[in-house]
């Protein structure tokens, strides 16, 4: 008899974790989905028969060599092997994004280069942030005022909806990965001819869309006797003293035994679908970790291409999108007369731009490209938009705290493993929640036992992962 896994999240984690374990014959494994395709907010759709995503994502070259090899063994020359060819709009002009040292030194405003010197002196006598350091206290401390209150400061402010000053220091050191004028210099640098690796300045992208990542793995999945099922929401985790074991699904009231479970969906959802309930000071804890939600605008226009960059970043206040993309940049689809553009709007669910309609946010992005210099002379031939309500994590002062407890509720319950960018509330890529996903399956024993200080080192080795741009 085999042994019941069920894995909550049919995103890449969800999914990784799923092939890994049917490859054992152990196990039998089960994935619950509650939307009804796999994927998650690294999934993807067509719109005029072009593939898009859930913003702008890309599969960076520093991924693990064991999940790269996997992808590209799915892939195979889907995979596409990419530029990097984007911008930064900064005091009115345009930076190239990955940075280029002509191009800073051509295109940059005198003031900015003057202050980003002024910065890099004062640095030698400057000290190091404090106890009470936070986010934005440890980047100028590293990058310098000039770059921060230029580009992280009101960046961070339209990100993540709050002052740089109350976000905890975290959320600097896993989000920025040139976290100081040293490192900055260093990345630069390295992209000039002659110094530049095979794979500097380029990311790999699948011909699909990056939800293609998703669905190769779910076919695996599939081929390997995975039960996936779509459309299936859990209403509760049975938890029987101490251990959890079983799940039980909205659809229709089926109570699925776990073994193990394993799960990928945002942890206060989850610390909130448990049976019988959790401590009040958890669900409490549970409540006081912030989201930040997103909405992607999508213009599909009648024209070839609207510009040859593949993402735009918008730090100003002046904008309210932070980032624009262009699908058709990225998996080179062949079809002509039509592109696709997608606009990234962080907000709160509380917002009025949440429940605003398709057509007025349409307006809006239209509003702000022209204000960037960008105005859109193509007919727009349709406006979607979709909404994801738990886009970022919010690291404010005190969500350790609140983290932590719930962390440690979790693991000393039996049965059950928490991971991926949603299980740990954590600012991470597709290859590190892949990564993830392997080292879950790592600590799963043949008879279901879960080795915490396995998965404790585990977790230590996620405390090094650093967002790649």
């Not at 063994?73 to 930064?88: K, Q």
């Not at 030194?105 to 400057?126: E, H, I, N, T, W």
């Not at 912030?290 to 993402?311: G, K, P, Q």
Request: net charge neutral; charged share 25%; aromatic share 8%.
């Amino acid at each position: 008899m085999k042994l019941p896994v069920v894995v909550l999240g049919a995103g890449p984690a969800g999914l990784g974790a799923a092939l890994r374990l049917a490859s054992r014959p152990a196990f039998q494994v089960t994935v619950l989905e509650r939307a009804s395709t796999v994927g998650g907010n690294a999934g993807g759709f067509e719109l005029a028969g072009i593939p898009v995503d859930y913003g702008s994502h890309r599969l960076h070259p520093v991924s693990r060599p064991d999940i790269l090899a996997d992808i590209r063994e799915m892939l195979g020359s889907d995979l596409l092997l990419r530029p990097r060819h984007g911008r930064i709009r900064l005091r009115n002009r345009w930076i190239h994004f990955p940075l280029k040292p002509i191009d800073l030194m051509l295109q940059l405003p005198p003031s900015f280069g003057a202050g980003v010197m002024g910065d890099a002196l004062r640095k030698v006598v400057g000290g190091q942030p404090g106890e009470d350091a936070t986010f934005a206290t440890v980047l100028e401390a590293g990058l310098g005022r000039t770059i921060c209150r230029d580009f992280y400061f009101p960046y961070a402010r339209k990100i993540w909806g709050v002052a740089p000053e109350s976000l905890d220091p975290v959320q600097a050191r896993r989000r920025v990965s040139a976290g100081s004028l040293g490192k900055m210099i260093r990345k630069t640098f390295n992209a000039l001819p002659g110094i530049r690796s095979e794979h500097t300045g380029r990311f790999f992208y699948p011909k699909k869309g990056f939800g293609q990542i998703s669905h190769a793995y779910h076919q695996a999945c599939l081929a390997r006797g995975v039960d996936v099922r779509v459309d299936c929401a859990v209403s509760s985790v049975e938890v029987c003293n101490g251990r959890v074991t079983g799940v039980w699904t909205d659809a229709d009231a089926t109570r699925i035994e776990a073994g193990v479970t394993l799960s990928t969906i945002p942890i206060p959802a989850l610390v909130h679908l448990m049976k019988p309930a959790a401590p009040c000071e958890i669900l409490d804890s549970a409540r006081a970790l912030e989201y930040r939600s997103m909405l992607l605008i999508y213009l599909v226009l009648d024209t070839d291409r609207f510009t040859e960059y593949d993402a735009h970043y918008f730090p100003g206040a002046d904008v309210s999108i932070t980032r624009l993309s262009e699908p058709k940049n990225y998996s080179l689809t062949d079809r002509p007369g039509q592109t696709v553009l997608c606009a990234e709007l962080p907000c709160s669910r509380e917002s009025e731009l949440w429940n605003a309609s398709d057509d007025a946010l349409g307006e809006l992005m239209l509003r702000d490209l022209s204000t960037a210099g960008l105005p859109v002379r193509a007919r727009v031939n349709q406006v979607t938009v979709r909404r994801l309500p738990q886009a970022y994590p919010i690291y404010t002062r005190n969500y350790r705290e609140h983290f932590d407890r719930i962390d440690r509720w979790v693991a000393g319950l039996d049965g059950i493993l928490t991971f991926g960018r949603q299980g740990l509330f954590a600012h991470d890529n597709t290859h590190h929640t892949l990564a993830m996903a392997y080292a879950a399956e790592e600590s799963v024993s043949d008879s279901g036992v879960i080795d915490r200080s396995r998965w404790a080192a585990h977790r230590r080795e996620f405390e090094s992962h650093v967002v790649e741009d």
